[in-house]
């Protein structure tokens, strides 16, 4: 077997916010394209302060090796980090405060 065709790509998964995440994803993909597998997951939809249900904008399951949330929106946020809780997938959130 070939050193190429047995490596694998990192599989990561960014989700932002009007393009909340450009610049960090164009650097993602330019020094890290040749060993990270990038799916960006874009919400730029008018949202309320609150959301009760945000099915309609994450996934159910997530199937990637680590997640980078530039969401803006509180309450995605925080049912993103549940979700990688649940799937057991890290999460790197930038910029974020977490108070508690």
Not at 30 to 49: C, F, N, T
Not at 72 to 92: F, G, N, R
């Amino acid at each position: 077997m070939s050193q190429k065709s047995s490596k694998r790509l990192q599989q990561v998964t960014v989700f932002q916010q009007r393009g909340s995440g450009e610049r960090k994803i164009a650097g993602v993909r330019a020094y890290g394209g040749d060993v990270i597998e990038l799916k960006v997951i874009s919400i730029d939809d008018e949202l309320p302060l609150v959301l009760d249900d945000t099915s309609n904008y994450l996934p159910s399951r997530l199937d990637t090796d680590l997640v980078l949330d530039f969401l803006s929106h509180h309450d995605l946020s925080a049912d993103l980090a549940e979700l990688c809780i649940k799937e057991q997938v890290p999460m790197i959130s930038s910029g974020k405060k977490i108070h508690g």
